[in-house]
């Protein structure tokens, strides 16, 4: 089973971006399909972006063209690149793996199997 490590959140100012990371370890990385899904304060998890094991790209409605998902497969990582960040995009952001191999989605919840520990992600107005 894989193992994932987030790194990057912290606080921003409204307009301002930031990248999150997470490591994988203990699988086979790039045969999975990664995803970056967030949950704020009163509100379910939700997809923000995934990543196909061919490295094709979805995106949630609301981040689109301001967020950008990518991997690195010699480095086991996955990024989240996170531009024009609003304060409704304060949240805490996790990274999972999905549960089957050569996947390409859909990325909902149910479709990962694994999961880091999650990342603050903070935006000040």
């Known amino acids: 089973q894989v193992q994932l490590v987030e790194s990057g959140g912290g606080l921003v100012q409204a307009g301002g971006s930031l990248r999150l990371s997470c490591a994988a370890s203990?699988?086979?990385?790039?045969?999975?399909?990664m995803g970056w899904f967030r949950q704020a304060p009163g509100k379910e998890r939700e997809f923000v972006a995934g990543?196909?094991?061919?490295?094709?790209?979805s995106y949630a409605d609301g981040v689109k063209g301001r967020f950008t998902i990518s991997r690195d497969n010699a480095k086991n990582t996955v990024y989240l690149h996170m531009g024009s960040l609003k304060p409704e995009d304060m949240a805490v952001y996790y990274c999972?793996?999905?549960?089957?191999?050569?996947?390409?989605?859909?990325?909902?919840?149910?479709?990962?199997?694994?999961w880091g520990q999650g990342t603050q992600v903070t935006v000040s107005s």
């Open positions: 999972a793996v999905s549960t089957f191999l050569y996947y390409s989605g859909p990325y909902s919840s149910a479709d990962f199997g694994a």
């Open positions: 203990g699988g086979t990385f790039s045969k999975f399909a």
């Open positions: 990543i196909s094991w061919r490295s094709s790209t």
